[in-house]
């Protein structure tokens, strides 16, 4: 046994693990499901590795009774699930479809049965494929008709959802989708991205009243954020101090100030004037914006580094990760990406988990009222079955234990976070990298579907279990569920 001090969370901190609709789901065609941006995509020669697409993915539209076991084995206290748009309104816009409406109904009946809390996310990034005709997030009018799909879901799943999530991680919608083209739709616009930016904002403040009108006022409202930890090379260097300042601009700031404050940064204003004059927010729009949120979600995987561009390097295709060949980071001509020191997960992300407490802690400094959750963490790697038949995927342990006792640090400072959600909690379609990338804390057999529990899924529900983190060594293993 390792040397460990014991460390406890309170009895109410929530433990959960997280999915989204279109990574987990397949089913792709079937009970009325509409075409989204990702089967677009996906089904595009030479957008994701090996082709893979999310038709069949981990079959949770058929086998969501056997996951929810699942969960309940886990301990799980709270579910982050996402709501696929296209499968409860096929084209994102006028008549709703039953069957998926009563996919998520059942899920949701489900979950509570099994003592869970459902915490739903309304976009999780699966545009129905014809508002994407009509110009996607470019277009105002997605986030009104955001709104409606919103309205319908608080109308139709109720009280029963404990949080509604409006937005996964907007920033990927925008940036990703929009200006690298690394994610669906898949567009290299920077302008566009921009006008995602604002129309998601938008959609979010328009949604959160749309349900608060439904259920009341007091119905917890949050959105996620993947706020980016970034860091400069040399403090004492006024182009890294303004690099730094750019990114934490376009990445950070342009969600966290509509969304908090009522503003947009005037200086991303600026950094960005070349692009546009931002005429695309109208009046009001701030204050639409601007709701009251219970918690701010926020995920967290690593941390990354900049520094003033050097001769021909800025701007360059370099997201930090070395991932696209159209820079995601609009408006940031002068900035280059410094390499981080490992170690490193399959994805190429640096290990880094003071990174998490820096986060909630600068969070907490900022806005101080504002409580948080964290809403996905997690690293992926390449996974092995053993011929005990089991994933000892050490790696991963370590990795949650370090970034579970980086939220305990944080919460020992003071900070006000509620709960933690791991990613993920099946192996699922990883976007870009397909099913090549494994996330889940339990394995999905992509052959034969069959789930197995990962050293981690056992680990991790101890901790769910008792609230007292285990050294990462102490995986207690118990009968996992089974199939049927
Ligand atoms: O898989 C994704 C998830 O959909 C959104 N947050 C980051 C995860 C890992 O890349």
């Given at each position: 046994m390792s040397k460990h001090t014991t460390r406890t969370f309170p009895s109410d901190f929530t433990w959960g693990s997280a999915t989204a609709a279109y990574q987990i789901e397949g089913a792709a065609r079937e009970g009325g499901r509409g075409p989204s941006i990702w089967d677009t995509y996906s089904h595009t020669p030479g957008r994701t590795l090996n082709g893979d697409t999310g038709d069949v993915a981990d079959d949770h539209y058929h086998r969501w009774q056997e996951d929810i076991a699942h969960m309940k084995e886990l301990v799980l206290d709270a579910y982050r699930f996402s709501i696929s748009w296209p499968r409860v309104q096929p084209g994102g816009r006028g008549e709703f479809n039953p069957e998926g409406i009563a996919f998520y109904q059942q899920l949701v009946a489900g979950l509570l049965e099994a003592g869970i809390k459902p915490v739903v996310t309304?976009?999780?990034?699966?545009?129905?494929q014809e508002l994407e005709d009509e110009g996607g997030w470019t277009n105002r009018e997605t986030a009104y008709l955001f709104a409606e799909y919103a309205r319908k879901m608080a109308q139709e799943l109720g009280s029963d959802i404990d949080v509604w999530t409006t937005l996964n991680e907007p920033w990927c919608s925008a940036y990703l989708g929009y200006a690298s083209g690394v994610h669906a739709p898949g567009r290299t616009e920077p302008l566009a991205a921009l006008q995602a930016v604002h129309h998601l904002n938008l959609a979010h403040g328009l949604a959160g009243r749309a349900i608060r009108e439904v259920l009341g006022e007091s119905t917890k409202v949050s959105i996620t954020l993947n706020l980016h930890v970034t860091r400069m090379l040399d403090p004492e260097n006024a182009g890294d101090r303004d690099a730094l300042r750019r990114i934490d601009g376009v990445a950070n700031r342009v969600f966290l100030q509509p969304l908090l404050e009522g503003a947009y940064p005037a200086d991303v204003m600026q950094d960005t004037a070349g692009i546009t004059d931002w005429s695309f927010v109208l009046e009001g729009d701030t204050d639409l914006i601007h709701i009251p949120l219970d918690v701010l979600g926020v995920n967290y995987y690593s941390t990354g580094m900049v520094r003033e561009a050097t001769e021909g390097q800025g701007g360059s295709d370099n997201d930090g990760h070395g991932n696209?060949?159209?820079?995601?980071?609009?408006?940031?001509?002068h900035v280059e990406w410094v390499k981080m020191p490992g170690p490193y997960t399959a994805m190429g992300w640096n290990i880094d988990p003071a990174g998490m407490t820096e986060l909630l802690v600068s969070l907490r400094d900022s806005y101080p009222q504002q409580p948080l959750m964290v809403t996905e963490n997690g690293a992926a790697f390449y996974d092995t079955v053993t011929d005990d038949g089991r994933v000892h995927d050490v790696e991963r342990v370590a990795y949650l234990h370090d970034h579970i006792a980086a939220v305990l640090d944080a919460r020992e400072a003071g900070v006000d976070v509620r709960g933690y959600f791991a990613w993920s909690l099946l192996d699922n379609f990883e976007w870009g990298w397909g099913y090549d990338r494994r996330f889940g804390i339990i394995r999905v057999d992509y052959e034969t579907l069959e789930r197995i529990w990962k050293d981690s899924a056992f680990w991790y529900r101890t901790l769910a279990r008792t609230n007292v983190l285990p050294a990462p060594d102490a995986v207690e293993y118990v009968e996992q569920p089974t199939a049927g």
């Amino acid at each position: 046994m390792s040397k460990h001090t014991t460390r406890t969370f309170p009895s109410d901190f929530t433990w959960g693990s997280a999915t989204a609709a279109y990574q987990i789901e397949g089913a792709a065609r079937e009970g009325g499901r509409g075409p989204s941006i990702w089967d677009t995509y996906s089904h595009t020669p030479g957008r994701t590795l090996n082709g893979d697409t999310g038709d069949v993915a981990d079959d949770h539209y058929h086998r969501w009774q056997e996951d929810i076991a699942h969960m309940k084995e886990l301990v799980l206290d709270a579910y982050r699930f996402s709501i696929s748009w296209p499968r409860v309104q096929p084209g994102g816009r006028g008549e709703f479809n039953p069957e998926g409406i009563a996919f998520y109904q059942q899920l949701v009946a489900g979950l509570l049965e099994a003592g869970i809390k459902p915490v739903v996310t309304l976009y999780h990034w699966d545009l129905p494929q014809e508002l994407e005709d009509e110009g996607g997030w470019t277009n105002r009018e997605t986030a009104y008709l955001f709104a409606e799909y919103a309205r319908k879901m608080a109308q139709e799943l109720g009280s029963d959802i404990d949080v509604w999530t409006t937005l996964n991680e907007p920033w990927c919608s925008a940036y990703l989708g929009y200006a690298s083209g690394v994610h669906a739709p898949g567009r290299t616009e920077p302008l566009a991205a921009l006008q995602a930016v604002h129309h998601l904002n938008l959609a979010h403040g328009l949604a959160g009243r749309a349900i608060r009108e439904v259920l009341g006022e007091s119905t917890k409202v949050s959105i996620t954020l993947n706020l980016h930890v970034t860091r400069m090379l040399d403090p004492e260097n006024a182009g890294d101090r303004d690099a730094l300042r750019r990114i934490d601009g376009v990445a950070n700031r342009v969600f966290l100030q509509p969304l908090l404050e009522g503003a947009y940064p005037a200086d991303v204003m600026q950094d960005t004037a070349g692009i546009t004059d931002w005429s695309f927010v109208l009046e009001g729009d701030t204050d639409l914006i601007h709701i009251p949120l219970d918690v701010l979600g926020v995920n967290y995987y690593s941390t990354g580094m900049v520094r003033e561009a050097t001769e021909g390097q800025g701007g360059s295709d370099n997201d930090g990760h070395g991932n696209s060949s159209h820079s995601p980071w609009v408006g940031s001509e002068h900035v280059e990406w410094v390499k981080m020191p490992g170690p490193y997960t399959a994805m190429g992300w640096n290990i880094d988990p003071a990174g998490m407490t820096e986060l909630l802690v600068s969070l907490r400094d900022s806005y101080p009222q504002q409580p948080l959750m964290v809403t996905e963490n997690g690293a992926a790697f390449y996974d092995t079955v053993t011929d005990d038949g089991r994933v000892h995927d050490v790696e991963r342990v370590a990795y949650l234990h370090d970034h579970i006792a980086a939220v305990l640090d944080a919460r020992e400072a003071g900070v006000d976070v509620r709960g933690y959600f791991a990613w993920s909690l099946l192996d699922n379609f990883e976007w870009g990298w397909g099913y090549d990338r494994r996330f889940g804390i339990i394995r999905v057999d992509y052959e034969t579907l069959e789930r197995i529990w990962k050293d981690s899924a056992f680990w991790y529900r101890t901790l769910a279990r008792t609230n007292v983190l285990p050294a990462p060594d102490a995986v207690e293993y118990v009968e996992q569920p089974t199939a049927g």
